[in-house]
């Protein structure tokens, strides 16, 4: 039904050897300028301000994704026998265009244009795009269906678990991808053994088998500690909280209509739909060229912000504290800061996993040796004390380094 490559194409991957393709509208998908777009999008953020090697896109890691779900799909007897071809077809390309709606510094730039990338990513894939037109010319309302598994919407439970759960494609290559590129082993797991235990029950249901526990426990802990290392690392949220509050600046400051801001930073600033057209455009190396020009402003909390941006003059950080809190907003007043946009508190809190609830049903569960399925806090104590243990999250404030706070 699908067409294939005159060869297998064989892509040199650091963290999975080679990532393989012998579809040709995943081929063609891949060479689209929407997907190259995605070589300049960071996959980490403001994290690389803390990880010099930190400089993986996110074109890379929605390969790796790809070729997990490949894995899965070509390799895993339950799934291989659970999916027809379409569906096959159908999650691997789900699976490369999971993150295609990306914008400038990932997940950083969701709160500053108050649109989350899988409204963008639906919109690629359906509004009419070269990607739609590539899906469509391979199979008609694959587009949509492509898209429905990324909203949580397929009409087979199966799809939408393999790239977006507890246990999925998408995580798994991350936390390697990233771990890898930031110098770091707490992302590491093992990979070969929790795809060789992965089984499919009730026709649309993946569950692990009880010998793949312990590969489930390590993958777990290996997310608990990403997060506090790398992606809720302080610096790397100083970085963002700057960039968020030089739009806030730039907003409040009606810059629409300033000559000296670039074109292409204008749409974010109205708040009104961005067209695609302008949203193609908008990538880091369009954002970089737009801070250097920000570094001329005549406004000083522009200019200074674009500054500290481009020159990594980031934001100090300490405990969000009501007594500290009080006395840090006197001396940051009495320096002559503006306290709207020298003054952030943030709160960061990540569960590395959480059991089945009415309202959250993508728990991991276990297929035991007798062949009953239990939810995985059920299965092992390690992740029952993560489930029933004391909430971690942190609360902070940022501010300009050289401020102390009087005794």
Same mark, same amino acid.
């Given at each position: ?43 980490? =953020? ?58 400038? &510094? ?73 771990? &890898?590129?930031? =110098? ?168 590395? &996993? ?34 029933? =243990? ?11 380094? =050289? ?5």
């Amino acid at each position: 039904m699908f067409a294939k490559t005159s060869e297998v194409k064989v892509l040199r991957d650091p963290v999975h050897g080679y990532v393989h393709i012998d579809l040709q509208v995943v081929w063609d998908i891949v060479n689209s300028s929407w997907f190259q777009r995605l070589r300049r999008i960071r996959q980490l =953020g403001g994290a690389y301000v803390v990880y010099h090697c930190a400089e993986h896109t996110r074109f890379s890691h929605s390969l790796g994704v790809y070729e997990i779900v490949r894995r899965m799909v070509t390799e895993v007897p339950d799934i291989v026998n659970a999916l027809n071809e379409y569906d096959k077809v159908t999650i691997m390309l789900a699976g490369l265009l999971h993150d295609i709606g990306h914008g400038p &510094y990932s997940h950083a730039f969701e709160a500053v244009s108050g649109t989350s990338h899988e409204v963008f990513t639906c919109r690629i894939i359906e509004e009419n795009t070269e990607i739609t037109k590539i899906l469509e010319a391979s199979a008609k309302g694959l587009a949509k269906d492509v898209a429905d598994v990324i909203r949580h919407k397929s009409k087979n439970p199966l799809l939408v678990q393999m790239i977006s759960s507890q246990l999925d494609a998408d995580r798994m290559d991350y936390l390697l991808r990233d771990a &890898y590129f930031t =110098g770091t082993k707490y992302g590491e797991f093992d990979l070969e053994r929790i795809l060789r235990t992965l089984r499919v029950v009730d026709g649309n249901r993946l569950v692990v088998k009880e010998s793949g526990v312990y590969a489930v426990e390590n993958y777990i802990m290996a997310r608990y500690h990403m997060y506090w290392q790398i992606y809720y690392h302080p610096v790397a949220r100083s970085f963002e909280t700057i960039l968020h509050l030089l739009f806030k600046r730039l907003r409040d400051l009606k810059s629409v209509s300033d000559p000296s801001i670039i074109p292409l930073f204008k749409p974010v600033l109205t708040g009104k739909k961005i067209s695609l057209k302008q949203y193609f455009m908008l990538d880091e190396y369009a954002f970089s060229y737009g801070f250097s020009m920000l570094c001329e402003h005549k406004d000083p909390i522009v200019r200074d912000f674009a500054l500290r941006i481009r020159d990594r003059k980031l934001f100090a950080y300490s405990e969000s504290d009501p007594s500290n809190n009080r006395k840090l907003r006197h001396q940051l007043k009495k320096a002559g800061y503006n306290l709207d946009y020298y003054w952030s508190k943030d709160e960061v809190y990540q569960m590395p &996993y959480e059991p089945y609830t009415d309202s959250r049903g993508d728990a991991v569960w276990v297929k035991k040796k007798d062949g009953t399925i239990v939810e995985m806090s059920n299965a092992s104590n390690i992740v029952y004390s993560l489930v029933h =243990g004391p909430v971690h999250d942190v609360f902070s404030v940022y501010y300009p380094k =050289g401020i102390e706070i009087s005794k």
